[in-house]
């Protein structure tokens, strides 16, 4: 996959 | 959470505190690119907006609170509080040439064409070349003080820290984000000079610098 699943890094 | 993340966070963490302390317990910020210093608060603000419509976790939210109020406050310190000590005259790197093309970027390669992924796509490139106005000002003045080479020591092993927190999420998890490796790679690359330097001469108890 190479879709973000949303931004949980920081 | 994996522990290459979490290190990297409190390393990331880290650094900004041993910035702010050098500065307000030495009263003066010296060797301390103000323009590096702007950069990173463009960064985290442009990144952390999404602090207004979602809700990951306390430790998440957090650690976004605490890393733009320090970074502002670093800011102020440079050009308020401490405004008399900075080095304006070695600070000469053109923000514009790493803004401009950054921004332009943004807007052609990102996951999602919407304002908020923008911004957030914005950051992660900014924030992979922000440090080059302070390493330009180490290089046009020879020399750094030891502890902000800790500083930047602990800024540039946080990235790091991410790569393989990246290896680990696509073995792990499949997860994978092109943007922010091949972006953390830049960041990375960027601090292998200075890595070198650190072990082999301030780790060894030498002052860093330049050959003239």
């Not at chain 2, 992660?124 to 290089?139: D, G, R, T």
Request: net charge neutral; charged share 15%; glycine share 6%.
């Amino acid at each position: 996959t190479d879709k973000t699943v949303g931004h949980d890094e920081l | 959470m994996n522990i290459f993340r979490l290190t990297g966070d409190l390393s990331h963490l880290a650094a900004i505190i041993i910035l702010l302390l050098k500065i307000w317990k030495s009263r003066s910020c010296a060797g301390i690119s103000g323009k590096s210093q702007i950069l990173f608060a463009m960064v985290f603000t442009t990144r952390y907006l999404d602090l207004l419509t979602a809700y990951i976790s306390l430790y998440n939210t957090s650690m976004k609170i605490i890393y733009i109020g320090c970074s502002y406050a670093t800011v102020y310190l440079i050009y308020a509080k401490f405004k008399a000590t900075y080095d304006g005259n070695h600070d000469t790197f053109r923000v514009e040439f790493l803004v401009v093309p950054v921004g332009g970027l943004s807007f052609l390669v990102n996951h999602d064409f919407s304002p908020l992924e923008i911004l957030w796509t914005f950051s992660i490139y900014l924030e992979a070349v922000a440090i080059l106005p302070q390493l330009f000002m180490i290089s046009k003045t020879g020399e750094a003080e030891t502890i902000t080479t800790h500083y930047l020591f602990f800024l540039g092993l946080y990235r790091a820290l991410y790569l393989i927190n990246w290896v680990w999420r696509f073995y792990f998890e499949g997860f994978f984000d092109m943007i922010a490796i091949v972006a953390g790679v830049v960041q990375t690359i960027l601090y292998c000079d200075f890595f070198y330097l650190y072990v082999t001469k301030v780790l060894k108890g030498k002052k860093l610098s330049l050959p003239a």
